[in-house]
């Protein structure tokens, strides 16, 4: 990276390359020219710099961390599908470590995956605001 701050724009790394790095494996290589990597964060890394991947890091833990302490307030009706989704969405989390799913994509794996979690987070919400409306009581 010659750019860690601020990255080199989304789908701009290989314009770059050939610009600054004219010796590397993006621009010499026997097959085509690469879009994006097949890894979310180095996507957002390459691209977004060091200033873009701490606030996505940042949502990513925070997100995790909530969703996954709310397990224990659920009853047990909404455990079941709350469990279903918590696993999808980390195993989709987890694919994308390997190919481009959840970010810069529009595929039916990316909507689920955002449709999902948000869902996840509204169930996690409305456990938190019940648990803490009954200590006000």
Do not use: H
């Amino acid at each position: 990276l010659t750019k860690p701050l601020v990255g080199t724009t989304w789908c701009g790394f290989t314009p770059y390359a050939k610009e600054y790095l004219p010796k590397t494996y993006i621009v010499n290589n026997d097959r085509i020219d690469m879009m994006t990597f097949e890894n979310e964060i180095i996507n957002v890394l390459v691209s977004n710099g060091i200033l873009g991947l701490i606030p996505f890091l940042s949502f990513a833990i925070y997100t995790f961390l909530y969703v996954f302490k709310s397990f224990k307030l659920i009853n047990k009706i909404t455990k079941n599908m709350f469990l279903l989704l918590f696993s999808t969405t980390c195993g989709i989390a987890c694919g994308s470590m390997f190919r481009k799913m959840i970010l810069y994509d529009m595929s039916p794996i990316t909507v689920f995956f955002w449709f999902a979690l948000g869902y996840l987070v509204i169930i996690s919400y409305q456990y938190y605001k019940e648990k803490k409306s009954c200590k006000n009581i």
